[in-house]
């Protein structure tokens, strides 16, 4: 076993883990996180993505262990059902998801692409947003939604910003 210590949303956690284990299974069993979704668990559809000292990272490719020390942000952190992020606020509007079982990882794959657009000030185009949202499958809405709900956030963060 091998201890690490991460802070999760703020908060600071030491446990002792194999050193297999995975990241998205310390995250949802450890610290009851159930928005960390595991579709694949193979890399290959973006369900578990989580922020990993503000960089998105998929939790399903990660082991716990090779994250000692970091700051680990999850969907839980993002909002709430009474307040929602504006990202999150526009998947609604926009019919972004349907079952929303891959919504967590599009959310937390998206929200530093959608900061960085409103920092430059520009609207990216649709091909941008399809590529920034590459590593995502949604099985069941398909993406129209989605890049338009990608429009809809920035379009917001550029009116707050004006
Ligand atoms: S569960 Fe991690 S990429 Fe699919
Ligand atoms: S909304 Fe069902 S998989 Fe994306």
Redesign the pocket.
């Known amino acids: 076993m091998i201890e690490i210590t991460l802070e999760v949303n703020g908060v600071s956690k030491t446990l002792q883990v194999e050193p297999r284990r995975l990241l998205?299974d310390v995250l949802r069993e450890e610290f009851r996180l159930s928005g960390v979704?595991?579709?694949?668990?193979?890399?290959?559809?973006?369900?578990?993505t989580v922020h990993l000292d503000g960089t998105p990272r998929?939790?399903?490719?990660t082991f716990a262990a090779q994250c000692d020390g970091a700051s680990i942000r999850t969907v839980e952190s993002v909002g709430g059902p009474n307040a929602e992020n504006t990202l999150q606020q526009a998947f609604k509007s926009e019919h972004g998801l349907q079952c929303g079982y891959c919504t967590p990882g599009f959310i937390m794959t998206l929200l530093p692409f959608v900061e960085e657009m409103v920092v430059q000030k520009r609207m990216p185009d649709d091909a941008e947003i399809r590529e920034a949202m590459s590593g995502n499958i949604c099985r069941c809405t398909g993406y129209h939604g989605i890049v338009a709900a990608v429009r809809k956030a920035v379009s917001t963060g550029l009116e707050a910003g004006a």
């Not at 979704?37 to 578990?48: L, R, S, V, Y």
């Open positions: 998205a979704h595991i579709g694949c668990a193979h890399g290959a559809c973006g369900c578990c998929l939790s399903c490719l």
